[in-house]
């Protein structure tokens, strides 16, 4: 079986220049992470809206916004539900941040920081922080029934914070 140029076999590491990509933030309004860099910004890739442990991993996310935002961090969700589901469900958690559709084609952002699960038609659950400059300085995978909470993300900005002061 011939692998694909864009699917790496595990996640994407540190170091790494993060793939620029631009997606659906609503039905009408397009996010690129491109327009982004000056300051950090974490990448949430969870399986699916209306998932119990994807529900609780962005809500803790987004009772974490105030930390994030001191590092001037900014904080996207992304999956490959569509982007009229990312709104109602953002709508229903009252989330704070964009949730970005990987919808069409499906999970393009996904496969290229190796986090897409061919089998279950999904991302796979994703942390990534990439620094002002476009380069990923942290990354995790965690497994789908487990929420990975935001520890790491916060470590990893410290970290950045402390490189750059």
């Not at 961090?73 to 990312?86: N, P, T």
Request: hydrophobic residues 40%; contains cysteine; charged residues 20%.
């Amino acid at each position: 079986m011939a692998e694909t140029a864009t699917a790496p076999e595990s996640i994407l590491e540190a170091g790494t220049t993060a793939p620029d990509f631009t997606l659906k933030a609503t039905p009408d309004q397009s996010l690129s992470l491109s327009e982004l860099k000056g300051n950090p910004v974490v990448l949430v890739f969870y399986p699916a809206d209306w998932s119990q442990v994807c529900g609780d991993e962005l809500a803790v996310f987004n009772q974490s916004l105030p930390l994030l935002q001191d590092y001037r961090a900014a904080l996207l969700g992304i999956s490959v539900d569509s982007a009229w589901s990312h709104q109602a469900f953002k709508e229903s958690r009252k989330l704070g941040y964009d949730l970005l559709a990987d919808y069409n084609p499906k999970g393009e952002v996904s496969r290229a920081y190796g986090a897409y699960d061919e089998d279950a038609g999904c991302s796979k659950r994703a942390l990534f922080v990439v620094d002002a400059d476009g380069v990923i300085a942290w990354s995790y995978l965690s497994p789908m029934a487990i929420n990975p909470g935001v520890n790491g993300v916060l470590d990893a900005l410290e970290a950045l914070k402390q490189k750059n002061s």
